[in-house]
């Protein structure tokens, strides 16, 4: 692997520095039999502190979340993280991007080659994006961070409705109260991460759009 570092607005990262929970992963994947046909969550932190497997005990799931991944990492190891595994349907996450200064023109066009480098060789699996979920220090990650997420879903939304195989999963809505305000018992201390109640707000939306797409 190079060490050449991946230099975007904002920050600068190594493009292999979650190598180490890359290796964990392809370590586990050698001592066991690959599922056929799982569900597969991709992404960030957001997808490595869904504990998956407890709300949808009736789909076979794999986690392979890792870090705080940016879509370029995600992308550097999708042979190891989505297209080793022959499954039917995918579930794909990552904030990162925006909160840390990218444009959402750059997010979602980052996505966009994500997409297509997994329809290269998956063609027929079922990929999903979920929505940005806004947080409580949206405001002190950049200028214009919360208003940014949102213009970068409403782009995911056109895309996923102009390509075949590919679903826009809204997760914000119940995350507000009725007055609109964004719930802050939902989060743990960072403000940024939700708690157990916050993902319990996610699950129901996961569990319809996976039985749709999994009869």
């Known amino acids: 692997m190079s060490d050449a570092p991946l230099t975007m607005p904002a920050y600068t990262m190594k493009i292999?520095?979650?190598?180490?929970?890359?290796?964990?992963?392809?370590?586990?994947?050698?001592?066991n039999s690959l599922a056929k046909n799982p569900i597969l969550f991709v992404g960030s932190s957001s997808i490595v502190f869904w504990e998956t497997s407890q709300p949808?005990?009736?789909f076979l799931i794999i986690n392979r979340g890792f870090g705080g991944a940016s879509l370029p990492e995600?992308?550097?190891?999708?042979?190891?993280?989505?297209?080793?595994?022959?499954?039917l349907y995918s579930l794909l996450y990552c904030d990162i991007d925006v909160e840390r200064g990218r444009s959402p023109d750059v997010?979602?066009?980052a996505f966009k080659d994500l997409i297509n480098k997994v329809k290269d060789d998956l063609p027929e699996t079922q990929i999903s994006l979920l929505s940005m979920k806004p947080t409580l220090i949206d405001d002190f990650l950049g200028k214009e961070g919360r208003k940014n997420k949102i213009i970068t879903?409403?782009?995911?939304?056109?895309?996923?409705?102009?390509?075949?195989?590919l679903h826009d999963v809204e997760?914000?809505?119940?995350?507000?109260?009725?007055?609109?305000?964004?719930?802050?018992?939902?989060?743990?201390?960072?403000?940024?991460h939700?708690?157990?109640?916050?993902y319990t707000?996610?699950?129901?939306?996961?569990?319809?759009?996976?039985?749709?797409?999994?009869?």
């Open 107 to 109: 997010a979602v066009n």
């Open 16 to 31: 292999d520095r979650y190598e180490e929970a890359i290796e964990n992963f392809r370590r586990f994947d050698s001592r």
């Open 194 to 198: 939700q708690n157990a109640l916050g």
């Open 74 to 87: 995600i992308i550097h190891y999708c042979g190891d993280v989505i297209k080793k595994h022959r499954h």
């Open 171 to 192: 997760i914000t809505n119940p995350m507000l109260n009725p007055d609109g305000r964004l719930r802050s018992d939902i989060f743990i201390s960072d403000c940024m």
């Open 201 to 215: 707000l996610s699950d129901p939306v996961i569990r319809r759009k996976n039985a749709n797409l999994t009869k």
């Open 56 to 58: 949808f005990p009736e």
């Open 153 to 165: 879903n409403e782009k995911w939304l056109a895309y996923c409705n102009d390509e075949e195989n």
